[in-house]
């Protein structure tokens, strides 16, 4: 069997990636190699490749890519989950100076995927997996939402966003989102009622849909200035704020006044450090669950990309052009 296989390689940063022949890995104890169909690419792989997103740990050269669905093609010793022939899809590789995704194939963890949703392509499940597990730890495992819940979440059409605004809605609370005007019939579609944040201030849409109460949860995707308006926005004693992008400086006091509480979410953890990384396998079958229930769904961009044109899918990433999540597929 030749043991060489296509990949496209960060070599040095703000380079080009450039896509060559690497050695193909072998599965060790508790993983499981994947014949891989289609890469998400989110803005992490693009800050990766531009140098940044030091918090990833992933050092150049490399191959970049986090999300991922394909085929088990090989089980390592210790692996009873999965079978070789099985669609899987997971955030399963590219941080921690792990191989990532965007090559011919890659071996993971096994307890880091899951079985792929047979109602979706490949390409609509690679989109998935990062932004789901996202908003599932913030809203599910921080903050239990629930039925009879108000729910505001903060750049509802985004990634992150769209999965939050399905979550919220799947286990029965009351959701609004935000987003810019063009973004708002999308919104709408997901089931949300929509806010346009830039002709709406907090105050605004606090008082016009809680009476001025604040909302049972919040959760900021968007970062800077709105996670400071998240603490205006929650209810008091009882309200919850998220952010998955809580990373600056920011007063607490506002939160404090209203007794209310903070979580943030670091959905990289168990790829880094190891742990927790079986609950990331089980918060995929809840995705899976959920598409099959017709409860969820994925907006993925139209344009097509192969590995020979990595660029210009990570181009559209880092300019914000894609209209959906942009989806590279490997032959």
């Known amino acids: 069997m030749n043991n060489a296989m296509l990949a496209a390689i960060a070599e040095t940063a703000q380079a080009p990636l450039v896509v060559r ?6 599965p060790g104890k508790g993983q499981v190699l994947i014949k ?12 990766i490749a531009a140098g940044g997103g030091a918090h ?6 490399a191959v970049l890519g986090i999300d991922l669905a394909g085929v088990i093609v090989e089980l390592g010793d210790g692996v ?8 899987v899809f997971g955030m399963a590789a590219g941080i921690g100076g792990a191989q990532g995704a965007l090559a011919q194939y890659v ?12 109602s979706l392509s490949m390409r609509e499940a690679a989109a998935l997996p990062l932004v789901f597990i996202t908003a599932w730890e913030g809203l599910v495992d921080r903050a239990n939402v629930r039925a009879g819940q108000q729910v505001l979440i903060h750049g509802g059409a985004g990634g992150v966003g769209q999965m939050a605004v399905q979550i919220a809605k799947a286990r029965g609370a009351e959701v609004y989102a935000t987003g810019s005007a063009s973004s708002l019939d999308f919104i709408r579609e997901l089931g949300a009622t929509a806010i346009d944040y830039r002709t709406q ?17 919040v959760y900021d995707t968007v970062g800077g200035p709105t996670l400071d308006a998240s603490f205006h926005a929650v209810k008091t004693y009882t309200g919850h704020v998220l952010s998955c992008l809580g990373w600056g400086q920011h007063s607490l006091a506002p939160l404090s006044f209203r007794g209310a509480s903070y979580s943030g979410v670091f959905t990289l953890m168990p790829l880094l450090t190891g ?13 899976t669950a959920l598409v099959d229930a017709a409860k969820l769904r994925i907006k993925v961009d139209p344009r097509r990309f192969g590995l020979e044109d990595v660029n210009e899918a990570f181009q559209q990433v880092a300019k914000g052009l894609g209209k959906g999540k942009t989806v590279v597929e490997i032959e």
């Open 36 to 47: 891989v169909h289609a890469v998400g690419i989110n803005p992490l792989d693009t800050k």
């Open 275 to 287: 742990k927790g990384r079986e609950h990331h396998g089980q918060i995929l079958q809840e995705a």
């Open 21 to 26: 022949h690497i050695p193909r890995p072998a």
């Open 56 to 61: 990833a740990r992933q050092p150049l050269p």
């Open 107 to 118: 071996a993971v963890d096994a307890s880091l995927i899951a079985p792929k949703p047979d």
């Open 201 to 217: 201030d907090t105050d605004s849409y606090v008082r016009l849909h809680t009476d001025g109460e604040g909302f049972d949860i």
């Open 80 to 87: 009873d989950d999965f079978a070789v022939g099985d669609e």
